[in-house]
């Protein structure tokens, strides 16, 4: 861009923004009637005054940052891109310009036989095309970047196996286990039902000893009774 073109643009936005500022003083002025404060109008001038000097100190503000950022480097210029402005894709051999703009070295090259000037600001080249060293250090920073993350997930993803090898073999130990259980309960069972059956063959041992004893008893009170008998005669 030449100085004649930002000498215009600086003017322009200047006109911009004492346009701009002029049309909120005439709002403001608007809403100010339209209310109808009830405060001396004295007051209200200082007020309204202050609050205009207050909102063109804003303008004026801003208008500057304004200025200021569209005469900075950009962020693209600024910083420094991996791809190229040509092509949109990765750099393969970038290389630079005076004015700091950045390409392969192929296109810079192709464009430069059909353009003489820079493909993003239109400024000479002259033809000069140096190679772009900070960009290949960020695109080798770029490259570690990945490969430790790509180390990082590696290691994740051993982690998880490791940790899904464990939990197959917890898995596996309960599985046997709860075998072992049921193989237990199923003997536990069996020797119940056995003891079940040893419970009734000895309630019925011992039914038939009472019923026995109560038939000696019997048998042993007959057999006294006749001893009595004998011996009485004697």
């Not at 700091?100 to 033809?127: I, M, R, S, W």
């Not at 993803?157 to 199923?186: C, N, P």
Request: hydrophobic fraction near 35%; charge should be negative.
């Amino acid at each position: 861009m030449s100085d004649s073109g930002e000498a215009k643009t600086s003017e322009e936005e200047s006109q911009l923004a004492e346009q701009e500022t002029e049309t909120r003083e005439d709002e403001m002025t608007k809403n100010l009637k339209k209310r109808g404060l009830d405060v001396d109008k004295d007051e209200d001038s200082k007020n309204e005054s202050s609050r205009l000097e207050k909102l063109e100190k804003k303008v004026k503000k801003a208008t500057s940052r304004k200025l200021e950022t569209d005469f900075e480097p950009t962020e693209e210029n600024d910083a420094l891109p991996l791809a190229c402005s040509i092509c949109k894709k990765p750099f393969m051999d970038p290389v630079v310009t005076k004015c700091n703009h950045y390409f392969c070295d192929k296109c810079a090259l192709k464009h430069q036989t059909e353009n003489d000037n820079c493909f993003v600001c239109n400024e000479p080249t002259l033809g000069v095309f140096n190679t772009a060293v900070e960009i290949k250090e960020r695109i080798d920073e770029e490259r570690e970047k990945a490969r430790a993350m790509v180390k990082e997930v590696r290691v994740m993803l051993e982690k998880a196996s490791t940790m899904a090898d464990g939990a197959r073999g917890i898995s596996e130990k309960a599985v046997k286990m709860v075998e072992e259980i049921e193989r237990m309960v199923e003997k536990v069972a069996a020797m119940a039902t056995k003891a079940a059956e040893t419970a009734t063959m000895a309630a019925d041992m011992v039914q038939e000893a009472e019923e026995t004893m109560e038939t000696a008893k019997a048998n042993m009170a007959k057999a006294f009774a006749v001893m009595k008998t004998v011996m009485w005669n004697v």
